[in-house]
């Protein structure tokens, strides 16, 4: 297997090629470091390579090879970390320049567990600044870039993590979603991306700013990697104000089994803010198609999300105050964010308003398992097409953009993104599945389904497949 075939191949046979001895931990570290050095300058996918602890990780793991075969399941597998989760040791800027010294003395817990499952972190990932938008073009920063097509976005705020996987500068990695900020940009890079249900992966050692709409989750090249990745991220740690207990079986386990005959409801849009583009809507209905050809039962219906478009935002938007920077270091929109935001007593009603809606929308899943959406309303936005725009109008269109995922962060329901084409630019279509609360296991399942019947493994960015050795 030449290097760029090792580069592309997903993280759990990379594990298992370790494990027979047949590719080295070393050996990857190097390849994915000098496709960073050679691809990292157009994409903008890493703030920060960490390649001298990686390459000390990485011959520690491969002496250790020599010594024991009880190895965790991702041992010497190479990741990639969002630049909003700290790492001990390493800069920690959450997409502002203000933040260039901030070093962490501390792992994030999901940090934590992702070291405990063997991987070797390659360093830290392009983020909009404190991950407010969907594109990745934050101040002081070259912006992110999609390795399908350079002019265009990779999404946000998980820009660079998912840029990075689909160019092969990391086998998986770790994003965050607080309104689609995995599935967004799992979308505009044909990748398949998580976001976990509420209280599945723990925020520890820190607490929970926005009533329970992030969450930290996998962006991977399958289901199966995904979902063996969300395993290992998961559980609970101590004093966490959500937890579920641990699957079972595993989520591996849900990607390598039938998913039964499923009742699934769809939409093409997200009323009030309208229907999204042909690109979407042909990704929807075609996989409308392929689900009935597989058994299950699909009918057009879809829960009420209009209630929730104005609570949402407000408390979405408060995040912009709760990172406490001032306003002058803030890139236009933040700022006008900032100056926006309300009152304690706004806020508290905000959430409470959230909370009524979100009980309408899990109550509509009472007559469905599974709600397949478009991941967003329109294609991927040029790199900087949005720049000229007012504060108060680009807000709006990011709302307008991204409005099929925030009814699961609100909710809490897990959700995840599955690539099935291509749309009218070369660049991936994709779409959404929701389940009902805490069932990762069935929308994974359905997944593992979908991707077989369609696969997408054998596509690679031409960008990303034409480096010297």
């Not at 934050?138 to 990779?154: I, K, M, S, V």
């Not at 890079?189 to 509420?198: D, F, M, N």
């Not at 709409?213 to 004093?239: H, K, W």
Request: proline fraction near 9%; hydrophobic fraction near 45%; charged fraction near 15%.
């Amino acid at each position: 297997m030449n290097e760029t075939d090792l580069a592309f191949t997903p993280a759990l046979e990379l594990a298992k090629l370790i494990r027979r001895r047949e590719v080295s931990p070393l050996e990857l570290v190097e390849i994915y470091l000098s496709r960073i050095q050679q691809l990292n300058p157009q994409l903008g996918s890493y703030f920060t390579v960490t390649a001298d602890l990686a390459i000390a990780d990485a011959k520690a793991k491969t002496e250790l090879l020599t010594k024991t075969t009880a190895l965790p399941p991702f041992f010497g597998v190479p990741i990639s970390i969002k630049d909003l989760n700290a790492v001990a040791g390493v800069p920690c800027t959450y997409g502002s320049p203000a933040l260039l010294n901030n070093i962490p003395a501390f792992d994030d817990g999901v940090v934590t567990r992702i070291k405990q499952g063997g991987f070797i972190i390659l360093g830290k990932t392009a983020t909009s600044e404190l991950g407010s938008f969907p594109y990745t073009e934050p101040t002081g920063f070259a912006p992110a870039r999609n390795p399908w097509n350079l002019e265009y976005t990779p999404g946000g705020s998980s820009g660079g993590a998912a840029a990075a996987v689909a160019a092969g500068l990391c086998a998986i990695a770790q994003g965050s979603d607080g309104g689609g900020s995995i599935r967004g940009p799992a979308a505009c890079c044909g990748l398949v991306g998580i976001k976990p249900a509420r209280g599945r992966v723990s925020k520890a050692p820190v607490g929970d700013r926005l009533a329970g709409i992030s969450a930290n989750g996998p962006l991977a090249r399958t289901v199966a990697d995904a979902a063996a990745m969300l395993d290992t991220m998961s559980g609970y740690v101590t004093g966490d104000p959500y937890w579920l207990p641990d699957p079972e079986p595993s989520f591996l386990t849900a990607a390598q089994t039938n998913p039964g005959r499923k009742r699934i409801g769809f939409a093409t849009g997200i009323p009030p803010l309208g229907e999204a583009d042909a690109n979407c809507q042909q990704a929807v209905l075609q996989t409308v198609k392929l689900l009935e050809q597989l058994g299950h039962q699909v009918e057009q219906k879809f829960p009420d999300f209009s209630a929730l478009v104005e609570p949402f935002k407000v408390v979405w938007q408060s995040g912009i105050a709760g990172a406490g920077l001032p306003a002058e270091v803030l890139q236009p929109v933040n700022r006008w964010l900032l100056a926006r935001t309300g009152t304690v007593g706004e806020y508290i009603q905000a959430v409470y308003a959230m909370q009524i809606v979100a009980r309408q929308i899990v109550s509509f899943f009472d007559t469905i398992d599974v709600l397949l959406l478009p991941v967003y309303l329109h294609s991927p936005i040029r790199v900087g097409e949005w720049a000229a725009f007012s504060p108060e109008d680009t807000f709006q269109q990011i709302v307008n953009w991204v409005a099929p995922c925030p009814p699961a962060n609100a909710t809490g329901q897990p959700a995840i993104a599955l690539p099935v084409g291509f749309d009218s630019h070369g660049l991936p279509m994709s779409v959404q599945l929701v389940g009902k609360p805490a069932d990762e296991a069935t929308i994974i399942s359905l997944a593992a389904q979908l991707e077989a019947a369609n696969p997408w493994i054998q596509h690679r960015p031409t960008l990303a497949t034409q480096l010297s050795s």
